[in-house]
């Protein structure tokens, strides 16, 4: 018997689902979750604010961008240890407690590890598309759906200087 491509690639294609239905039914009955409690998600919101500090933002993009560490924490049961292993470490080294110099020194520190790059990783992707922190910066937006940019303050460069060429 010989078999095809399709149906190895079908038979791939349901064992992984099975594996991840397998994997998030055990996270549910470990009651097993990143992130649950109130303390978790403040003490990720100041880390967030440490690693991204911009002091005229409020709290609200950041607790959103919390919220969203922590679904990407909760994607998988090796996620999930690696995320609550990192923020008991950080409760561990008195991370809230910690003045700003200190705490940036604390995340220098732990820049490496698995932890860190998860919330990098998703702060980058989550803070910077929210469409409140777009309005704090200025940002309008994309344009493509606007006509573009060239009728659009394309030639708005009020902060520089005029040029001093001039066309022949």
Known sequence: MTLSRRFVLLGSAC?????ALAATSRMAIAG???????????L????IRVMYPHDSFPDAPYARTAEAVIGAA???????LMFNRGMAELKGAGFAKMDGAAALAHLTMIQGSDFFQLVRG????????DPEVWDLLGYEGASYDKGGY???????????????????
Not at 44 to 47: A, D, E, G, P, S
Not at 74 to 80: E, G, L, M, P, R
Not at 151 to 164: I, K
């Open 74 to 80: 909760n994607k998988s049961v090796a996620q999930t």
């Open 150 to 168: 060239i009728d659009r303050g394309f030639n708005d460069l009020d902060w520089l200087p005029e040029p001093r060429v001039t066309e022949l």
């Open 44 to 47: 990720l919101q100041r880390m």
């Open 122 to 129: 998703t702060t980058i992707l989550t803070l910077y598309n």
């Open 32 to 42: 097993l979750s990143a992130g649950a409690d109130a303390d978790s998600k403040a």
């Open 15 to 19: 064992g992984f689902a099975v594996g």
